[in-house]
């Protein structure tokens, strides 16, 4: 779902079916079906674009009323934490639950890649940053709630998917980021890591409430991202340097 801003400061809620193609606005406003916007998101994502050199801006995002084991691992790694993938000095970008663009960026570069099943807001920023002149920011009074996946298999896939999008930025972008013999091992040591975290878990259970929880749920998303990129790598034929 997303809302528009048009020249004259109205709110634009653009129709499902209208998409990308349809909206009139100049600034456009995303977020999810899974999540709740408070009162002055709106207002707050915007502001930012006050500055010209601003084209994209990701808000705050929080895990709402987790409960679930998969929620609340969820609330723990903040994997929507726009303020942190921003300052990713290769691939920063911000999450479209919680993001906004000037249309006059989709006009540039286009829109989300398809190629992308997963991952395309990742990619999206990426040509932001590199080929429009412009830069991103973070607006931490945008606040948004969103509904972390609730069973531990449905955190899975979402992670699963994650990792297949990994592989397919490392091959559109294997100018910029090596994948090599190192970073295959890198990435073998994070699933094998938080495997050896699990008996660990089971000695500071008593010391402290969630640690098996939280280290098991860490190891099965660690081995989902892993499966997830070398699905990609085997399914799309992906050759990483």
Known sequence: ????????????????????????????????????????????????????????????????RPVTPAERHAARIQHLDAERHLAHPTFPFAPTANAAFRREVFDAIGGFDPAFPW????????????????RLAYAP????????RASTADFCRQQWGYG?????????????????????????????????????????????AGALEASWLEFKRQMARRRGFTA???ERGLKLS
Not at 119 to 134: A, M, N, Q, Y
Not at 188 to 208: K, Q, S
């Open 1 to 64: 779902m997303f809302a528009a801003l048009d020249d004259a400061g109205h709110h634009l809620v653009a129709p499902p079916a209208g998409r990308l193609a349809r909206a009139r606005g100049r600034i456009l406003a995303f977020t999810d079906a899974d999540c709740l916007v408070t009162r002055r998101w709106l207002d707050e994502l915007v502001a930012p674009f006050a500055d010209p050199a601003v084209g994209g801006v990701g808000g705050r995002t929080e895990t709402y």
């Open 119 to 134: 991952g395309e807001p990742i990619d999206f920023c990426k040509r932001l940053v590199r080929d429009t002149g412009f």
């Open 141 to 148: 009074r945008a606040v948004v709630f969103h509904r972390a």
């Open 164 to 208: 297949y999008s990994q592989a397919l930025l490392c091959a559109k972008y294997g100018d910029e980021v090596r994948w090599g013999p190192r970073q295959e091992w890198g990435a073998r040591w994070g699933v094998w890591r938080a495997g050896l975290d699990l008996p660990l878990a089971l000695l500071r259970r008593a010391r402290r």
């Open 232 to 234: 990609a790598v085997r």
